[in-house]
């Protein structure tokens, strides 16, 4: 059985900084990619960031120059530096494991979300 942990949410004020991780536990073979989607009130999920196994990164251009996206392929974790953090980067943040081969197969997999607040 997969699962993706996630951690490091909070309240934090503008201009600060978080940093999440998401680790995939688990009987794992390989995992194609890993990134971070996000879900504010009333919006819907969207991607912030996200890199492959080989390292290629892809981000969201709300969050270019802002966020780093990094990850750990011996302890299949990934990690989301977010920084100069706004008000408008409130939201559930969830983790997400594409391709996870694993002894059932392999699919995709969702972590149970983490809540970052930024606000004064």
């Known amino acids: 059985q997969v699962q993706l942990v996630e951690s490091g949410g909070g309240l934090v004020q503008p201009g600060e900084s978080l940093r999440l991780s998401c680790a995939a536990s688990g009987t794992i073979f390989s995992i194609k990619a890993m990134g971070w989607y996000r879900q504010a009130p009333g919006k819907q999920r969207e991607l912030v960031a996200s890199?492959?196994?080989?390292?290629?990164?892809n981000y969201a251009d709300s969050v270019k120059g802002r966020f780093t996206i990094s990850k750990d392929n011996a302890k299949n974790t990934v990690y989301l530096q977010m920084n100069s953090l706004k008000p408008e980067d409130t939201a559930v943040y969830y983790c997400n494991a594409d391709q996870v081969w694993s002894a059932t197969g392999s699919r995709g997999y969702w972590g149970q979300g983490t809540q970052v607040t930024v606000s004064s």
């Open positions: 890199i492959t196994t080989g390292g290629s990164t």
